[in-house]
T-cell receptor, first 115, second 112 residues
Framework: NAGVMQNPRHLVRRRGQEARLRCSPMKGHSHVYWYRQLPEEGLKFMVYLQKENIIDESGMPKERFSAEFPKEGPSILRIQQVVRGDSAAYFC?????????????FGPGTRLLVL | GQNIDQPTEMTATEGAIVQINCTYQTSGFNGLFWYQQHAGEAPTFLSYNVLDGLEEKGRFSSFLSRSKGYSYLLLKELQMKDSASYLCAVRDMGGATNKLIFGTGTLLAVQP
């Protein structure tokens, strides 16, 4: 049973380019979460999605960042016009449902470097 | 506000016992999680507490006191492979959200 998959594992972009990060949840999981980890800092929540719905985007920067989780295919975190401050590790997690004692299981992360 | 505090670093000896503390002040509470994260890897789930008391799972145990806003992770019979960051996270409660609020993590170094 494959875990949470993320790709690419490493991504290098120049300032002003777009970054697309992909996340495939564990089999049977319909809830996806994105977190960002800056160097020497803790994981920060960004967005929580179910299939075709954004449930909580309170941690998303107001500009340049967007996320989707379509009916078919992986969840995508998209960063437009990247800046150096976007350099970080971006982790995706998934859970079977959204309440109760649901545990979030994390993927290996995408390490974004903006030159 | 949301605040989760844990020590930045700890050092312990192989074979010993170590306790990593976590205190939290959050607007809502719906459970506390401990994750282990090796450098450059994904956080892996260790334990979950939602009621007061001790949860034991092999060499790892986790304790919660909701009235004190306090938890600890206890690691017994330390092994070199236990050298990692240990992340304390509180699940927020409110509306439809299910987000986790993380502390900055405790970097544990296990020495021979």
């Amino acid at each position: 049973n494959a875990g949470v998959m993320q790709n690419p594992r490493h991504l290098v972009r120049r300032r002003g380019q777009e970054a697309r990060l992909r996340c495939s949840p564990m089999k049977g999981h319909s809830h996806v979460y994105w977190y960002r980890q800056l160097p020497e800092e803790g994981l920060k929540f960004m967005v929580y999605l179910q299939k075709e719905n954004i449930i909580d985007e309170s941690g998303m920067p107001k500009e340049r960042f967007s996320a989707e989780f379509p009916k078919e295919g992986p969840s995508i975190l998209r960063i437009q016009q990247v800046v150096r401050g976007d350099s970080a590790a971006y982790f995706c997690a998934s859970s079977p449902g959204g309440g109760g004692q649901e545990t979030q299981y994390f993927g290996p992360g995408t390490r974004l470097l903006v030159l | 506000g949301q605040n989760i505090d844990q020590p930045t670093e700890m050092t312990a000896t192989e074979g010993a016992i170590v306790q990593i503390n976590c205190t939290y002040q959050t607007s809502g509470f719906n459970g506390l999680f401990w994750y282990q994260q090796h450098a450059g890897e994904a956080p892996t789930f260790l334990s979950y507490n939602v009621l007061d008391g001790l949860e034991e799972k092999g060499r790892f145990s986790s304790f919660l006191s909701r009235s004190k806003g306090y938890s600890y992770l206890l690691l017994k019979e330390l092994q070199m492979k236990d050298s990692a960051s240990y992340l304390c996270a509180v699940r927020d409660m409110g509306g439809a959200t299910n987000k986790l609020i993380f502390g900055t993590g405790t970097l544990l170094a296990v020495q021979p």
